[in-house]
Nanobody, 121 residues
């Protein structure tokens, strides 16, 4: 069974840093783009960052220059390094990946369980 397992959330003061991880477990053929989303209380889920298989990245304007997305294809893991955190970054962060379980499969979208990030003094 394919799962996305997230870790690294927590409580941090404004200006602090956190590093989120998203590990893909289970038997798979390939992982396409990996994405990080976040959803603050009472708000819609928003895309934060994307990293392609080749390492190309894209970011929401609100996190550019502060967040860095990366991936280790040998570990089937994506990371989100978050620096200079602000209270408005408080949200549940979700990992999403398009995964092919077999070589002739169409990619299927999988989601992690979410990890809470709280930025507060």
């Amino acid at each position: 069974q394919v799962q996305l397992v997230e870790s690294g959330g927590g409580l941090v003061q404004p200006g602090g840093s956190l590093r989120l991880s998203c590990a893909v477990t289970g038997s798979i053929f390939s992982i396409n783009a990996m994405r990080w989303y976040r959803q603050a209380s009472g708000k819609e889920r928003e895309l934060v960052a994307v990293v392609t298989t080749g390492g190309n990245t894209n970011y929401a304007d609100s996190v550019k220059g502060r967040f860095t997305v990366s991936r280790d294809n040998t570990k089937n893991t994506a990371y989100l390094q978050m620096n200079s955190l602000k209270p408005e970054d408080t949200a549940v962060y979700y990992c999403n990946a398009n995964i092919r379980k077999y070589f002739n499969d169409a990619p299927t979208s999988y989601w992690g369980q979410g990890t809470q990030v709280t930025v507060s003094s």
